[in-house]
Structures are given as structure tokens and as C-alpha cells.
């Protein structure tokens, strides 16, 4: 059998669409492989969308995101609220779980924030205490829980908020932690009990999530 | 399943995630040593000399490198940290008057010491330890790092030994080491172990260094004690100086290109891919969505009203239903009680069964009413039976979700236990009967018959099963070939009964075949016990009666397993006709799963060819699905009579297809890779084994993919 037939025979039979009702088959194949080069979309300047027009309509909870070091950029509308843990969510299957506004899960951004123990961190950004202790659970290759520790110093002073939907008096509190070895510096604006703005620091794989507060 | 904040995850999961982030900045100058070079026999060294430092431990590496004299596919296993296991494939050009030869050879390498301050990196390897012995050859090596400077020596045997070669030291001990004997056994006696040549005859130093350039690229010199004798004599190569060249870039972070000039006479080129598979991909934990996320209860008096009135029930099932759908999980059967809920689920989507489990209870906490507290959900497999039983607490699910430790503390507080007696569930409308189809291309592939690495058939086939119950599955599929050289396998000179080895008639006359008509029950015929009963046309050559029954515990590590087949043997054209060969064939198998990933079985029985003996397969078993794994079966069939190869041995290697796309997906793509396929240790090929459909639902399989409970 030549190259030529074998690369001919291969061509036709790709070619013909399979079918199944049980799951099987390359549709399914090709739909799992497509996701391997979806690209991404060209960043759009925030401001240009979210205008007071835009803020006056909206009647639900808003925030807008970004993920800088992938250059992501959403709005998150409030799913579900849990005790102090608000579930906000993307249009694209990407979920964030806040803890009065500090970060304590994602989901569906590849390398997410599976948990967090953050009890001594929000004592900390309330001025309660100067240091703390952050763990942050993630999943590994193997999908096998990993922890990461971190001991964060905190600097607060006073600050305005500045944020699409306007500049707030706000409290900023600069989160300085540091870890076996990584260290990043997480930064929130709060003005009365509600997180203006954040840039905090979701894992290794994802860098960092900054949110703006929209619509209360 | 234990929360570990070991120095060494963190290391490993931080110098992944800094490789991911960073894709196109350079390695960092201490990282250029990470990883060994692979040489041009695909084993951690310089050109084609070994060196000493292992790969990572899990590392999977496959290396192809083309010289004058041949070209070699090799495929590395760093099997732990100390033990490393290689197969070759190698077509050797002009090896005899029939033209090219294609050689297959093991290696086993023993890393016994690390590089620490003061001593080198030391390690002992056997190649080619049981093939042809085109390859054989036996070392000890050592290598030690000086910044950006490595340098090795060593000392060799056999190929390693042929070049200024001098009396073996080893002869010191006994005077059998100072000479080798000839690998003139013929092909008849390849395959076997020839433990008894290891580290005899002449032995010579060989030695390199390497440096590194730069991040990215390395330099390097070696003295080959490799005399390429059997090269030389057939005037394929020309050996003018012992000394290689050659540079190595490191064009990604598991990709490899080197370029050498060898022996004076020759350009060589090698290539190669490194892939682990305990950290496969940049985005660990996958890339689907959100899950549903749970509805927790208000403070209201739960109302038990409800789970009289039928309307509410049969509303509430069909939303279930459809809810459970949406997730991808397909709804059995579920009962409905006052504060209990049970389903009975069927995962087509997540190759994660703790994972599918919590993704459905959350969907429930979200439709069932607030009366139930406890939700029981048995997870079914391809038998149509429930592989266990978990119950969950749905308070335990509202306090857990956001909880540091939630994943472990949901471990502990779910009950895992055996799903027998079998619950009556109702099924749900239209759930049985079961059918299910689908039809497309395939393509088949044998690999390593002498004349060719890979012969290829491809054709369309179709295939459908039918499920009046659960538990019993008829099930087929025809084959219609289109084109294909697998017909073209030489015609087999076995002189035992051929089991196996005519795999070409099959393949040449089968143009529209039946792969597979068959009838089974699956059963429970007592606690941790599970039954199966298998009629019909079994597999491509044989069709008869399989019988099988599996004890194992759900939180047990240990399976025992019996199986017994009588079996005739196929007509050629695989229609519906048998030729007079009939066997009765069994195994008694043990399977034990081991510690850090290991699995174990033993299979002691009768094989097809009515031989007697044993077969051992060891697994490296990785939690996202991945397996490695080689085993050989020894029966009472002597090795001339075997013939090539000498008695049946492989490996296999299993990929989810979600390990490499990030994406949830149950396909796997799995290959067993047998050097030589033959008649002896042959066993029967039947679908639906017991155990692999059974383990995933118990204790060893949840607990390890419990991470993803919460995924």
C-alpha cells in the first residue's frame, strides 16, 4: 500500500462525518479539541462602555473584572448569596466567590482559587490586626489538593476609590504577602462596608483579578 | 484524602505554574539542568553516551533521533525516581541481505545515586536486556555538575565495551566476566532475559562534558567506547574517530532538538518531547465551568407535605431530570422520600467521578424540597449497575461549599459503602429501554511486525447496544474496511496452535466484519460481590461463553477475581461461522492497588493456546486518569517454541483525552504496545471485565479524585 492511498484513505474517512447518539464519536472529539486554539478577544477600553447612561439603567449588583496578566475582561452579575459569601459570575461559565469582597474561590479559569482560609485576613483589613495568616487551596496536575501559606502585613491609609462608576472616599489597605516562594501585594479601596475596588491575587496560573464595584 | 503543603508540592506546582505563566521568556539560568539531555539512544545523556542524572520522577519521554546507520524511536519512563525503564524501536538500514532490520530492545536504568555536594550522580544501566542484542549493553556512569559545566565518565560492557576495550575488572571475582557470549542464539531466542551476559567481557571508559551556552542552548563532547562493530562489518558506517560533537537547543519547555556530528563521518539528528503526567497541562483543575452552586435553605419549618402528592413527585422528578442533564449526568432511577432523596446517575461527561458526584448533588440542593436532608447518589457504570453507594448530608453541602477544607471535610463526612442490597429506584420514564448507537470511521493499527513499524486499516464501522434493564446489555459491532495493509501480515510460522498470531488472515478476509456480538448479565450475587455473564460472538477471533465473578470491598485495596471462558475459534472472514479449534480458558486474578500510584494484578490460569502460567502487570496509575504500565506473561510453552520474542511482554499507556484539552471528557486514548504479538500467554479479548468498571466507584478511586468534588 503506497503513502499516497494510506493518506488518501485517511483524507476520506475524516472526512465523513460520524454520528452517534451516545456521546461517541468525532464530534464530540472535535468539539473537546477546538477549545485547544480558541483565541482570545481584543481588549476593549472599559470606560467607552460603561458610561453613567449605561450605570442608570442597571438594577441588579455589577462589578466589572479584569484579569490583567491575561488580558480578560468582564462583567460579573450576582448569583447567589451564602452567609458572608457572595457568588458572582461571567457570561462565559467563569465564576468568583467573595468573601465580603476578598477573594475565597473561583471556578473555570484553569489553576482556580479552590478555597481559602481568610478569617485572620479579614480581621486584618478591618484594622483589627497588623498580620495575618492566608492559606489558599488550589488542584494540582493530578487534581490532588495543594495548599500555599502566606504571612501578610497590612498598610492602611486614606484613599479615594477611583472607579468607573465614580470616585468614592474609600479606606486603602495595601496586603503585603509572602510565601515559601512567591510574594504578592493584594490592594483593596472599602467605603463603609463595600469593597470599591481590588486588585488581589488569584494563583500561580491566573496572576491577578482587579474588580470595580458597579452597581450596589 | 489529605490537604499536603509538602515543600516539594509547593516547588513542583510553583515552577509549573512560573513556566505557564511566562510561555515565551527564557528559563532561568539555575533551571537549564532541570532536566537532563536525552542522547540519541533517548536516555538522559550527551550524544551517544549515557549519563548519569535521572529525568523527573513520572517524566514520560520519546525521543527520535536519525544517523546514518538508523533510526531510532525510543520511548523513557521515569518509573520513580530511581528505577527508569526505556523500549526502543529502532530501524536498523541495511542489516542484512533482506534489507533494513527493525529492532525492539528494553532498557532498565538504576539511578542509585543523587548529586549532592561532593559525590556525582551515579547510575547503573542494562540495555537492550532482553532483545535481539543488537543493543546490549551494560553500564555504570557517573556525572557532577560545575555551574554551567557537567561532566561524566564512565564505564562499559558489551556495546559500551567494544571501543579500546581492556580485560574486565569484574573478572577479578570470577573468571566467567572476562568473556561475553556471542548473541548468535538467532531470532528464535530473542526476547529472553540473557541475565547471564550482563557485565562480561571486555569493558572500556567512556566520557563527556556538556555546557551550557546559554538558557537555552548546550554544548557538547564525548568519547564513545561504542565501536559499532555490527555497523562497521556491513559497510553501513564508517567509524573514523571516537570522538562526538554535537549542541542541544531547548526550543520549549519539554521540547528538545540536538544536532552532532559523530565518529567523524556522520550528521545525526535528534528530537525530543517530554510530557508528565502529574503535571500535563497549564491549567490544573481543567478548564469547565462553574459548577451549580448550592441552594442553601432558608430557616422556614420544612414542609413534608410534599412526598404524598404525585403531581409534586413526578414534577419534581422530571426536573431533576432535566436539570441533571444540563450537567451532562444522565438520571437513572430516584426515590423520593419525606427527608431522603436517592438517584441512580449515569456519567457520560466527567472522567472525574467525585467531581460528576458533587456537581449533581449541588443541581439537587437546588430542586429538591427542603424536607430532604440526606441525598444518596449511586453511581452507575457501564454495567448498568451501581458501582457504591455515597450519602451526603445536605447540611453538610450548604456549611462546606466556601469552607477552607471542604474538600477533605466532605470526604470525611460522606458515607461510601456497597450498593447492595440493590435499592429499588423507580426508573425514570423512558430511561429502559436503553438503546444506543453510532456509526463512523476507524482506523486499526499493528504495530511491529518485522516487515513494517505500523500497518493501518481504515473503514467505517457502526456499533449499537440495547439495555431492556439495568444489567443487561446486548451489544454489537460491524466493521467495513475501505482500504488497509494489515491483510499484508506475513504469514505466521508459529509451530504452537495459532491463537493469535494470524491476525493477518483475519484482517486480510474480514473485510465486513463482525467485531463483536455478544449478550450480558451483570449481576450482584452478594455483598462486594459482582457477576458477569458474557454470550456470543466475543471478540475478532473466538466467540463462546465468558463467565466472571470479582469480589472486592468498596473501601478494600485488594480485588479477587475468577473468570472462565469456553471459546471456539472464529472463521477468518469474522462472519458468523467458527472453525473447529475450541478452548476452555480461565484465570484466577488478584489486583491490588498499591501506594504512590502503583497498581498490581496477577493472573494465573490457562491461556488460549491451552498453556498454563501466569501473567503480572504493574501500573504507574496517575490521579487524572493517566496510566503507564508494562506486563509479560511466562507460561509452560517453552521459549523456542514461542518463537521470536520468546514469551508475551508489553506496555501500555492510557490518556484521558480531558488531560491534554483541559475540557471534561470520558474518551480515553489508550495503546498497548507489544513487540511481538504470538501465540503463547494469549488471553481473551471479552469487554465489559468486571473490575475496571467497578474500581472507580470505590474508596482508592473516589478518595484519590476527591480534589475535584468541589470542581
Given at each position: 500500500m503506497?503513502?499516497?492511498?494510506?493518506a488518501?484513505?485517511?483524507?476520506?474517512?475524516?472526512?465523513l462525518a460520524g454520528?452517534?447518539?451516545?456521546?461517541?464519536?468525532?464530534?464530540?472529539?472535535?468539539?473537546?479539541?477546538?477549545?485547544?486554539?480558541?483565541?482570545r478577544a481584543?481588549p476593549v477600553?472599559?470606560s467607552?462602555?460603561?458610561?453613567?447612561?449605561?450605570?442608570a439603567?442597571?438594577?441588579?449588583?455589577?462589578?466589572y473584572?479584569?484579569l490583567?496578566?491575561?488580558?480578560?475582561?468582564s462583567?460579573?452579575?450576582?448569583?447567589?448569596?451564602?452567609?458572608d459569601?457572595?457568588?458572582?459570575?461571567a457570561?462565559?461559565?467563569?465564576?468568583?466567590?467573595?468573601?465580603r469582597?476578598v477573594l475565597?474561590?473561583t471556578?473555570g479559569l484553569?489553576?482556580?482559587?479552590?478555597?481559602?482560609?481568610l478569617s485572620?485576613?479579614?480581621?486584618?483589613?478591618?484594622g483589627?490586626?497588623?498580620?495575618?495568616?492566608?492559606?489558599?487551596?488550589?488542584?494540582?496536575g493530578?487534581?490532588?489538593e495543594?495548599l500555599?501559606?502566606?504571612?501578610c502585613?497590612?498598610?492602611?491609609?486614606?484613599?479615594?476609590?477611583d472607579?468607573?462608576?465614580?470616585r468614592?472616599?474609600?479606606?486603602?489597605?495595601?496586603e503585603?504577602c509572602a510565601?515559601?516562594?512567591?510574594?504578592?501585594?493584594?490592594?483593596y479601596w472599602?467605603?463603609?462596608g463595600?469593597?470599591?475596588?481590588?486588585r488581589?491575587?488569584?494563583?500561580?496560573?491566573v496572576g491577578f483579578?482587579?474588580?470595580?464595584?458597579?452597581?450596589d | 484524602?489529605?490537604?499536603?503543603?509538602?515543600?516539594?508540592?509547593?516547588?513542583?506546582?510553583?515552577?509549573?505554574?512560573?513556566a505557564?505563566?511566562?510561555?515565551a521568556?527564557?528559563?532561568a539560568?539555575?533551571?537549564v539542568?532541570?532536566?537532563?539531555?536525552?542522547?540519541?539512544?533517548?536516555v538522559p545523556g550527551?550524544?551517544d553516551?549515557?549519563t548519569a542524572?535521572?529525568?523527573?520522577?513520572?517524566?514520560l519521554?520519546?525521543?527520535l533521533?536519525a544517523q546514518?546507520s538508523?533510526?531510532?524511536?525510543?520511548?523513557?519512563?521515569?518509573?520513580?525516581p530511581h528505577?527508569?525503564?526505556v523500549?526502543?524501536?529502532?530501524?536498523?538500514?541495511d542489516?542484512?541481505?533482506?534489507?533494513?532490520q527493525?529492532?525492539?530492545?528494553f532498557?532498565?536504568?538504576?539511578?542509585?545515586?543523587?548529586?549532592?555536594?561532593?559525590?556525582p550522580?551515579?547510575?547503573?544501566?542494562?540495555?537492550?536486556?532482553?532483545?535481539?542484542?543488537?543493543?546490549?549493553?551494560?553500564?555504570?556512569?557517573?556525572?557532577?555538575t560545575?555551574g554551567?559545566?557537567?561532566?561524566?565518565?564512565g564505564?562499559?560492557w558489551g556495546r559500551?565495551g567494544?571501543?579500546?576495550?581492556?580485560?574486565?575488572?569484574l573478572?577479578?571475582?570470577?573468571?566467567?566476566?572476562?568473556t561475553r557470549?556471542?548473541?548468535?542464539g538467532?531470532?528464535?531466542?530473542?526476547?529472553r532475559?540473557?541475565?547471564?551476559?550482563?557485565?562480561?567481557?571486555?569493558?572500556a571508559?567512556?566520557?563527556?562534558?556538556?555546557?551550557?551556552?546559554?538558557?537555552?542552548?548546550?554544548?557538547?563532547?564525548?568519547?564513545?567506547?561504542?565501536?559499532y562493530?555490527?555497523?562497521?562489518?556491513?559497510?553501513?558506517?564508517?567509524?573514523?574517530?571516537?570522538?562526538?560533537?554535537?549542541?542541544?537547543?531547548?526550543?520549549?519547555?519539554?521540547?528538545?532538538?540536538?544536532?552532532?556530528?559523530?565518529?567523524g563521518?556522520?550528521?545525526?539528528?535528534?528530537?525530543?518531547?517530554?510530557?508528565n503526567p502529574?503535571d500535563?497541562?497549564?491549567?490544573?483543575?481543567?478548564?469547565?465551568?462553574?459548577?451549580?452552586?448550592?441552594a442553601?435553605?432558608g430557616?422556614s419549618?420544612a414542609d413534608?407535605?410534599?412526598?404524598t402528592?404525585?403531581?409534586?413527585l413526578t414534577?419534581?422528578r422530571?426536573?431533576?431530570?432535566?436539570?441533571?442533564?444540563s450537567?451532562?449526568v444522565e438520571l437513572?432511577?430516584m426515590?423520593l422520600?419525606?427527608?431522603?432523596?436517592t438517584?441512580?446517575l449515569?456519567?457520560?461527561t466527567?472522567?472525574?467521578?467525585?467531581?460528576?458526584?458533587?456537581?449533581?448533588?449541588?443541581?439537587?440542593?437546588?430542586?429538591?424540597p427542603a424536607s430532604?436532608?440526606?441525598?444518596?447518589?449511586?453511581?452507575?457504570?457501564?454495567?448498568?449497575?451501581?458501582?457504591?453507594?455515597v450519602?451526603?448530608?445536605r447540611?453538610?453541602?450548604?456549611?462546606l461549599?466556601?469552607?477552607?477544607?471542604?474538600?477533605?471535610?466532605?470526604?470525611?463526612?460522606?458515607?461510601?459503602?456497597?450498593?447492595?442490597?440493590?435499592?429499588?429506584?423507580?426508573?425514570?420514564?423512558?430511561?429502559?429501554p436503553?438503546?444506543?448507537?453510532?456509526?463512523?470511521?476507524?482506523a486499526?493499527?499493528?504495530y511491529f511486525?518485522?516487515?513494517t513499524?505500523?500497518?493501518?486499516?481504515?473503514?467505517?464501522e457502526?456499533?449499537?447496544s440495547?439495555?431492556?434493564?439495568?444489567?443487561?446489555i446486548?451489544s454489537?459491532?460491524?466493521?467495513q474496511r475501505?482500504?488497509g495493509?494489515?491483510?499484508?501480515?506475513?504469514?505466521?510460522?508459529?509451530?504452537?496452535?495459532?491463537?493469535?498470531?494470524?491476525a493477518?488472515?483475519?484482517?486480510r478476509?474480514?473485510?465486513?466484519a463482525l467485531s463483536h456480538?455478544t449478550?450480558?448479565?451483570?449481576?450482584?450475587p452478594g455483598?462486594?460481590?459482582?457477576?458477569?455473564?458474557?454470550?456470543?460472538?466475543?471478540?475478532t477471533?473466538?466467540?463462546g461463553?465468558?463467565a466472571?465473578?470479582?469480589?472486592?470491598?468498596?473501601?478494600?485495596?485488594?480485588?479477587?477475581?475468577?473468570?472462565?471462558?469456553?471459546?471456539?475459534?472464529?472463521?477468518f472472514?469474522?462472519g458468523?461461522?467458527?472453525?473447529?479449534y475450541?478452548?476452555?480458558?480461565?484465570h484466577?486474578?488478584?489486583y491490588?492497588?498499591?501506594?504512590?500510584?502503583?497498581?498490581y494484578?496477577?493472573?494465573?490460569?490457562r491461556?488460549?493456546?491451552?498453556d498454563?502460567?501466569?501473567?503480572?502487570t504493574v501500573?504507574?496509575?496517575?490521579?487524572?486518569g493517566?496510566?503507564?504500565?508494562a506486563f509479560?506473561?511466562l507460561?509452560?510453552i517453552?521459549?523456542?517454541?514461542?518463537?521470536?520474542?520468546s514469551?508475551?511482554?508489553?506496555i501500555r499507556i492510557?490518556?484521558?483525552?480531558s488531560?491534554?484539552?483541559g475540557?471534561p471528557?470520558?474518551?480515553?486514548?489508550?495503546r498497548?504496545l507489544?513487540?511481538?504479538?504470538?501465540d503463547?500467554?494469549a488471553?481473551?479479548?471479552v469487554g465489559g471485565?468486571l473490575y475496571?468498571s467497578?474500581?472507580d466507584h470505590h474508596q482508592?478511586?473516589l478518595?484519590?479524585e476527591?480534589?475535584k468534588?468541589?470542581?
Open positions: 503506497t503513502l499516497r492511498s494510506a488518501l484513505g485517511l483524507l476520506a474517512v475524516a472526512m454520528c452517534s447518539n451516545d456521546g461517541s464519536g468525532l464530534g464530540t472529539l472535535r468539539a473537546s479539541l477546538a477549545s485547544l486554539g480558541a483565541s481584543a477600553d472599559p467607552s462602555v460603561v458610561t453613567p447612561e449605561f450605570l439603567q442597571q438594577t441588579e449588583p455589577l462589578i473584572a479584569e490583567p496578566d491575561r488580558g480578560a475582561q462583567g460579573l452579575t450576582l448569583v447567589r448569596r451564602s452567609g459569601v457572595a457568588l458572582w459570575a457570561a462565559d461559565g467563569i465564576s468568583v466567590a467573595l468573601e469582597g475565597t474561590a471556578r484553569g489553576g482556580d482559587l479552590m478555597s481559602a482560609e485572620e485576613v479579614q480581621s486584618a483589613i478591618r483589627q490586626r497588623s498580620r495575618a495568616v492566608r492559606v489558599m487551596r488550589y488542584l494540582d493530578e487534581d490532588q495543594v500555599r501559606s502566606f504571612i502585613d497590612y498598610a492602611r491609609r486614606s484613599e479615594p476609590a472607579t468607573l462608576a465614580g468614592f472616599p474609600a479606606i486603602r489597605v495595601d503585603d510565601g515559601l516562594d512567591t510574594q504578592f501585594v493584594n490592594t472599602i467605603n463603609g463595600i469593597m470599591r475596588k481590588s488581589q491575587w488569584v494563583g500561580p496560573f483579578l482587579t474588580m470595580e464595584r458597579l452597581v | 484524602m489529605v490537604a499536603r503543603m509538602s515543600a516539594r508540592a509547593l516547588r513542583t506546582a510553583l515552577s509549573a505554574g512560573v505557564g505563566l511566562m510561555l521568556q527564557p528559563l539560568a539555575q533551571s539542568w532541570d532536566r537532563p539531555v536525552l542522547n540519541f539512544l533517548g550527551i550524544l553516551m549515557p542524572h535521572p529525568m523527573r520522577d513520572a517524566d519521554a520519546y525521543s533521533s546514518s538508523a533510526i531510532r524511536n525510543t520511548l523513557y519512563f521515569q518509573i520513580t528505577i527508569s525503564g523500549f526502543r524501536y529502532a530501524q536498523q538500514f542489516y542484512a541481505t533482506t534489507g533494513d527493525y529492532d525492539r530492545s532498557d532498565l536504568l538504576f539511578h542509585v545515586a543523587e548529586e549532592t555536594e561532593l559525590r550522580a551515579i547510575t547503573v544501566g542494562l540495555q537492550d536486556f532482553g532483545g535481539t542484542g543488537i543493543y546490549a549493553g551494560e553500564y555504570i556512569v557517573a556525572t557532577k560545575f554551567r559545566l557537567r561532566a561524566t565518565a564505564l562499559g559500551y567494544s571501543f579500546n576495550g581492556f580485560e574486565n575488572p573478572g577479578f571475582f570470577a573468571d566467567r566476566f572476562t557470549p556471542d548473541q548468535t538467532g531470532i528464535t531466542e530473542t526476547g532475559l540473557d541475565a547471564d551476559h550482563w557485565f562480561r567481557g571486555d569493558a571508559l567512556f566520557g563527556g562534558v556538556q555546557y551550557a551556552l546559554n538558557d537555552r542552548t548546550i554544548l557538547m563532547a564525548e568519547y564513545s567506547s561504542d565501536a562493530e555490527g555497523e562497521v562489518s556491513r559497510d553501513v558506517f564508517e567509524r573514523r574517530s571516537p570522538l562526538n560533537f554535537g549542541i542541544t537547543y531547548r526550543a520549549r519547555r519539554n521540547l528538545d532538538v540536538s544536532l552532532a556530528y559523530l565518529y563521518s556522520t550528521v545525526a539528528v535528534n528530537l525530543s518531547y517530554v510530557f502529574k500535563p497541562n497549564r491549567r490544573p483543575g481543567g478548564l469547565e465551568g462553574a459548577p451549580t452552586p448550592v442553601v435553605r430557616p419549618a413534608l407535605g410534599w412526598s402528592n404525585s403531581t409534586t414534577n419534581l422530571s426536573q431533576a431530570q432535566a436539570a441533571l442533564e450537567i451532562g437513572d432511577a426515590r422520600e419525606g427527608r431522603r432523596a438517584v441512580r449515569r456519567n457520560g466527567y472522567p472525574n467521578n467525585a467531581q460528576m458526584i458533587g456537581r449533581s448533588a449541588r443541581v439537587l440542593t437546588n430542586i429538591l430532604v436532608e440526606t441525598i444518596v447518589i449511586e453511581p452507575v457504570g457501564g454495567t448498568g449497575l451501581s458501582g457504591s453507594r450519602t451526603l448530608q447540611s453538610d453541602l450548604e456549611e461549599e466556601y469552607a477552607a477544607d471542604g474538600s477533605w471535610d466532605s470526604f470525611a463526612r460522606a458515607r461510601l459503602e456497597d450498593a447492595y442490597p440493590h435499592a429499588d429506584l423507580d426508573p425514570l420514564a423512558g430511561v429502559y436503553r438503546f444506543r448507537y453510532g456509526f463512523g470511521p476507524y486499526e493499527a499493528t511486525d518485522p516487515g513499524p505500523v500497518r493501518l486499516d481504515f473503514g467505517l457502526a456499533h449499537a440495547y439495555e431492556p434493564y439495568a444489567g443487561l446486548f454489537g459491532q460491524v466493521k475501505l482500504s495493509n494489515r491483510g499484508d501480515l506475513p504469514e505466521s510460522n508459529s509451530t504452537i496452535q495459532r491463537v493469535r498470531s494470524d493477518g488472515l483475519y484482517a478476509e474480514g473485510v465486513t456480538l449478550a450480558a448479565q451483570y449481576f450482584r455483598k462486594n460481590l459482582y457477576g458477569r455473564v458474557t454470550v456470543g460472538y466475543l471478540e477471533m473466538y466467540g461463553v465468558s466472571e465473578v470479582l469480589w472486592k470491598p468498596v473501601e478494600s485495596n485488594l480485588g479477587f477475581g475468577v473468570e472462565v471462558n469456553h471459546v471456539r475459534q472464529r472463521d472472514d469474522q458468523f461461522g467458527f472453525q473447529s475450541e478452548v476452555t480458558t480461565g484466577a486474578s488478584v491490588y492497588q498499591g501506594n504512590n500510584g502503583f497498581h494484578q496477577l493472573d494465573l490460569g491461556y488460549l493456546g491451552g498454563w502460567g501466569g501473567t503480572l501500573d504507574r496509575e496517575f490521579r487524572n493517566v496510566k503507564v504500565g509479560a506473561t507460561t509452560d517453552p521459549f523456542e517454541d514461542f518463537g521470536e520474542g514469551f508475551d511482554k508489553g492510557e490518556v484521558p483525552l488531560v491534554i484539552t475540557r471528557s470520558t474518551a480515553k486514548l489508550a498497548t507489544r513487540p511481538v504479538t504470538r503463547g500467554g488471553r481473551l479479548n471485565r475496571e467497578v474500581r482508592a478511586g478518595q484519590g476527591w480534589g468534588f468541589w470542581r
